[in-house]
């Protein structure tokens, strides 16, 4: 069982580039979700989704889209990097809270993408 | 939404119990009470989660004040990889999980 799994782990992008972040899950779970992490700070979140085909926008959506075409997947797209994007970016996945009350709890998050922007 | 104070940082000896202390005077009826923990270069990751009563499970423990105004995240006997930075955060309903700076727990052997 992979869990959620972020792809690249490391990217150095120069700016104006434009990437996508991968992030898959093999948990079934409906809810996903897209943080970034600065240094010495907490997460803030980008984007979520719940469920296929949902989307809605978190704390820090500017720069960024997503797409949830599928359960299981849910990328991030940069289109103009920018050095204000440089950042760890993590993706989590879990079950809608009525779930977790019936014993399935909390996120589960990747291991991140570290992205420079030069 | 709804805020948490934690201490910036503590420290602990090894072996010894931890307890993290949590702050939210303005705590709604239907928040519930989540705590992650992120060890270094490592995603977050779930550590407990309760809404009125006292929880416990294989990693810690969380006891909620009477009032709910306050909540505390018992590790009953740290270890060197206790170390971390751990989140508490209020949850009210399916909204997603808001993170704030957390307190950065050092573990001293």
């Known amino acids: 069982n992979a869990g959620v799994t972020q792809t690249p782990k490391f990217r150095i992008l120069k700016i104006g580039q434009s990437m996508t972040l991968q992030c898959t899950q093999d948990m079934n779970h409906n809810y996903m979700y897209w943080y970034r992490q600065d240094p010495g700070m907490g997460l803030k979140l980008i984007y979520y989704s719940v469920g296929a085909g949902i989307t809605d926008k978190g704390e820090v959506p500017n720069g960024y889209n997503v797409s949830r075409s599928t359960t299981e997947d849910f990328p991030l797209r940069l289109e103009l990097a920018a050095p204000s994007q440089t950042s760890v970016y993590f993706c989590?996945?879990?079950?809608?809270?009525?779930?977790?009350?019936?014993?399935?709890?909390?996120?589960?998050f990747g291991s991140g993408t570290r992205l420079t922007v030069v | 939404d709804a805020k948490t104070t934690q201490p910036n940082s503590m420290e602990s000896n090894e072996e010894e119990p931890v307890h993290l202390p949590c702050n939210h005077s303005?705590?709604?009826?239907?928040?519930?009470i989540h705590w992650y923990r992120q060890l270094p270069s490592q995603g977050p990751e779930y550590v407990i989660h309760g809404l009125t009563s006292n929880v416990n499970n294989r990693m810690a423990s969380l006891a909620i004040a009477e009032d709910r105004k306050s909540s505390t995240l018992i590790l009953h006997r740290a270890t060197l990889r206790d170390a971390a930075v751990y989140y508490c955060i209020l949850r009210p309903g399916n909204t997603p999980l808001v993170f704030g700076k957390g307190t950065r727990l050092s573990v001293i052997a």
């Open positions: 303005t705590i709604s009826g239907t928040d519930y």
């Open positions: 989590a996945s879990s079950y809608s809270l009525l779930t977790q009350d019936r014993g399935s709890y909390g996120y589960t």
